[in-house]
């Protein structure tokens, strides 16, 4: 059964902080207004798990924030798979739901594309999701 609780956790990692303030800014305009935001922020998309984890007995619906852009090592598919698996692992435990809005890209021009105000917004289509799902 999906809950009617009416509080959605945004745990944004800021450290890609425009791309993730344009995340932000499309799911909170795109959001129904019934629904009140609580917002906490970690340093980077690998804290996002943990900080999920920690808020798992005030909320049943989250949004997981940010941006792992492919750099000259192997440290974007540890990290990016590690991210995803954790949030799943989160989503099955916990019995939660988890918005995955951390763009995982080969570039940061590609971040800007999903976190600029337009149709594309990866920001926004969390928000459908959550519309969708619960009203």
């Known amino acids: 059964m999906i809950s009617m609780k009416s509080n959605v956790a945004i745990v944004v990692s800021d450290y890609y902080e425009d791309i993730?303030?344009?995340?932000?800014?499309?799911f909170t305009n795109s959001l129904d207004p019934k629904f009140t935001i609580d917002s906490h922020n970690v340093t980077?998309?690998?804290e996002i798990v943990h900080k999920i984890n920690s808020l798992t007995d005030k909320y049943d619906k989250f949004v997981a924030i940010g941006a792992i852009i492919k750099g000259g090592t192997d440290?974007?598919?540890y990290i990016s798979q590690g991210v995803i698996d954790?949030?799943?692992k989160l989503t099955?435990?916990?019995n939660v739901y988890i918005a995955n809005c951390?763009?995982?890209v080969h570039d940061i021009n590609d971040a800007y594309d999903r976190s600029k105000e337009d149709a594309n917004n990866k920001g926004s289509q969390a928000a459908f999701a959550i519309n969708n799902l619960f009203t």
Request: without cysteine; hydrophobic residues 40%; proline residues 0%.
């Open 20 to 26: 993730s303030n344009g995340l932000v800014n499309g």
């Open 44 to 46: 980077g998309a690998w």
């Open 75 to 77: 440290h974007y598919e």
């Open 86 to 88: 954790g949030l799943i």
């Open 92 to 94: 099955i435990d916990k």
């Open 102 to 104: 951390v763009l995982n």
